[in-house]
């Protein structure tokens, strides 16, 4: 596909409040305002591997022996209790994003029910978050990596290989979705189908065993033996685990049938991780006890899973953390570059961002723009904090797509008809936007000042750039 209309002006000098979101007329292209196409590549199976392959990660390879040390059986709770926050946005942002089924997504969303001063905001800080987050899940990438070579022998010794891993992967990602987001999304489907198959036959064992069908079913333990409160607060710690949703609908103008696969990939992802979170802390508790299991740390899944099976079973486990960081990695430049191209559309960053490559029909410059400061961040090595930043920029956009939704429902555009549209909204995006802003409460300081700051950036940026008067015609 290629571009109608390179500059990204809109020549009727409209602003986005004004125009009405346009939708995929034959089901699978994206016609912008601007005349932009982006081919709708990525199906049904597609959109749940997104969603499900930037989400498994953190909640079944990191947090089991840290939640478990600080609710002990009760974690199980924590992440049903994250599931239930994460249904509560889904739900809004799937019936925006069948109304609005564009790159950008939140951004999109925000922009056109709040404003272009909310929408920059967000849009520009997702686009940092997401390149925060990619580079944490690429550092985990060169993490299990090496303790891979190292399980199955290779003397990798004091070599550091986890940073130049996690470079030359990063390129690779990178240059398969410059390639065309057909492949990208064929990778994700083979990669999220393989860790599935692998985490299915060990948690679906360990649960029988546990319950004793393969030998003597473990005494359980006191489920909160730390009293109710540590289960929410671990709820808080674990909730980045779920922060892969609403990838789906930032990259909503590559999906297939957007009607009906949006809905369904973002709320049907969140049920599958929401599944297999609490399976793993059952399993997990069961075969060691809340107390063995925090004293595992990271590394607990792999010592429950080498209780299980062996070494093998351990070499097993760390494969499928590998394949959990790929997926991750791989979703999130996907959708940092649908961010990018989005702002650029609306001229919050230069508007070259959203031009297509005449050959693959992706946006080139926006995957550069995505993978370029990935890249940078993943050579300093010391991501952890970022990650959390993430997670702060996104639990502000889900907030505002609770309030964007009822803002919606409140004005009811004549251009606004979602096919799908969420009971009780007042209700659902109402509880959904409170418990998506407190659980910032939760984060640590450094977190929470770094991702203020980011946003006071963004909004600097908007009023001193995209403001500007040479760019009134388009904003």
């Given at each position: 596909?290629?571009?109608?209309?390179?500059?990204?002006?809109?020549?009727?000098?409209?602003?986005?409040?004004?125009?009405?979101?346009?939708?995929?007329?034959?089901?699978?292209?994206?016609?912008?305002?601007?005349?932009?196409?982006?081919?709708?590549?990525?199906?049904?199976?597609?959109?749940?591997?997104?969603?499900?392959?930037?989400?498994?990660?953190?909640?079944?390879?990191?947090?089991?022996?840290?939640?478990?040390?600080?609710?002990?059986?009760?974690?199980?709770?924590?992440?049903?209790?994250?599931?239930?926050i994460a249904l509560l946005v889904a739900l809004p942002a799937s019936e925006l994003a069948t109304a609005m089924p564009k790159s950008g997504g939140g951004y999109y969303f925000i922009s056109r029910a709040l404003g272009a001063l909310p929408g920059a905001v967000v849009g520009i800080s997702i686009w940092l978050?997401?390149?925060?987050?990619?580079?944490?899940?690429?550092?985990?990438f060169g993490n299990y990596a090496a303790a891979l070579l190292l399980e199955a022998g290779v003397p990798v010794g004091n070599i550091p290989v986890v940073v130049p891993l996690a470079l030359v992967f990063g390129v690779a990602l990178t240059a398969l979705n410059l390639f065309g987001t057909e492949n990208a999304a064929k990778l994700q489907n083979y990669v999220v189908g393989l860790l599935l198959t692998i985490l299915v036959l060990f948690l679906g064992y360990g649960g029988l065993d546990a319950l004793g069908v393969f030998g003597t079913a473990s005494t359980p333990e006191t489920f909160?033996?730390?009293?109710?409160?540590?289960?929410?607060?671990?709820?808080?710690?674990?909730?980045?685990?779920?922060?892969?949703?609403?990838?789906?609908?930032?990259?909503?103008?590559?999906?297939?049938?957007?009607?009906?696969?949006?809905?369904?990939a973002m709320v049907g992802s969140v049920v599958i991780v929401g599944v297999l979170y609490v399976s793993t802390i059952f399993v997990a508790t069961s075969a060691f006890g809340s107390g063995p299991l925090s004293r595992f740390g990271e590394t607990a899944i792999v010592e429950v899973a080498r209780a299980y099976f062996g070494d093998a079973g351990a070499l097993a486990i760390l494969v499928a953390g590998l394949l959990a960081t790929v997926s991750s990695a791989n979703a999130s430049i996907l959708s940092t570059s649908r961010?990018?191209?989005?702002?650029?559309?609306?001229?919050?960053?230069?508007?070259?961002?959203?031009?297509?490559?005449?050959?693959?029909?992706?946006?080139?410059?926006?995957?550069?723009?995505?993978?370029?400061?990935?890249?940078?961040?993943?050579?300093?090595?010391?991501?952890?904090?970022?990650?959390?930043?993430?997670?702060?920029?996104?639990?502000?956009?889900?907030?505002?797509?609770?309030?964007?939704?009822?803002?919606?429902?409140?004005?009811?555009?004549?251009?606004?008809?979602?096919?799908?549209?969420?009971?009780?909204?007042?209700?659902?995006?109402?509880?959904?936007a409170v418990a998506s802003f407190g659980l910032i409460g939760f984060m640590q300081r450094a977190s929470q000042v770094i991702g203020l700051a980011i946003m006071a950036a963004a909004a600097g940026w908007y009023k001193y750039y995209a403001s500007d008067v040479r760019l009134k015609g388009v904003l």
């Amino acid at each position: 596909m290629g571009t109608a209309d390179e500059s990204g002006t809109n020549a009727m000098g409209e602003t986005p409040e004004a125009v009405a979101p346009p939708t995929a007329a034959d089901g699978e292209t994206t016609v912008t305002e601007e005349g932009t196409e982006l081919e709708r590549s990525i199906g049904l199976k597609g959109g749940v591997a997104i969603g499900v392959g930037t989400m498994i990660g953190a909640g079944i390879f990191v947090f089991p022996g840290l939640a478990a040390g600080n609710a002990g059986p009760a974690a199980a709770g924590s992440f049903a209790i994250g599931a239930v926050i994460a249904l509560l946005v889904a739900l809004p942002a799937s019936e925006l994003a069948t109304a609005m089924p564009k790159s950008g997504g939140g951004y999109y969303f925000i922009s056109r029910a709040l404003g272009a001063l909310p929408g920059a905001v967000v849009g520009i800080s997702i686009w940092l978050g997401l390149v925060f987050a990619t580079a944490f899940y690429l550092v985990g990438f060169g993490n299990y990596a090496a303790a891979l070579l190292l399980e199955a022998g290779v003397p990798v010794g004091n070599i550091p290989v986890v940073v130049p891993l996690a470079l030359v992967f990063g390129v690779a990602l990178t240059a398969l979705n410059l390639f065309g987001t057909e492949n990208a999304a064929k990778l994700q489907n083979y990669v999220v189908g393989l860790l599935l198959t692998i985490l299915v036959l060990f948690l679906g064992y360990g649960g029988l065993d546990a319950l004793g069908v393969f030998g003597t079913a473990s005494t359980p333990e006191t489920f909160m033996p730390f009293g109710p409160m540590p289960m929410f607060t671990t709820a808080a710690l674990v909730f980045t685990s779920y922060l892969g949703f609403a990838q789906v609908a930032t990259v909503a103008g590559d999906i297939k049938d957007p009607g009906r696969n949006l809905p369904l990939a973002m709320v049907g992802s969140v049920v599958i991780v929401g599944v297999l979170y609490v399976s793993t802390i059952f399993v997990a508790t069961s075969a060691f006890g809340s107390g063995p299991l925090s004293r595992f740390g990271e590394t607990a899944i792999v010592e429950v899973a080498r209780a299980y099976f062996g070494d093998a079973g351990a070499l097993a486990i760390l494969v499928a953390g590998l394949l959990a960081t790929v997926s991750s990695a791989n979703a999130s430049i996907l959708s940092t570059s649908r961010a990018v191209f989005a702002i650029s559309k609306d001229a919050l960053v230069p508007q070259y961002a959203s031009r297509l490559n005449l050959k693959y029909g992706t946006p080139h410059v926006a995957l550069a723009m995505a993978g370029g400061p990935v890249l940078v961040l993943v050579a300093l090595g010391e991501v952890e904090v970022l990650a959390e930043v993430a997670s702060f920029l996104h639990l502000v956009m889900y907030g505002l797509m609770c309030v964007a939704l009822i803002s919606m429902r409140r004005d009811e555009p004549e251009w606004y008809d979602p096919d799908f549209r969420v009971p009780a909204y007042w209700l659902v995006a109402g509880v959904g936007a409170v418990a998506s802003f407190g659980l910032i409460g939760f984060m640590q300081r450094a977190s929470q000042v770094i991702g203020l700051a980011i946003m006071a950036a963004a909004a600097g940026w908007y009023k001193y750039y995209a403001s500007d008067v040479r760019l009134k015609g388009v904003l």
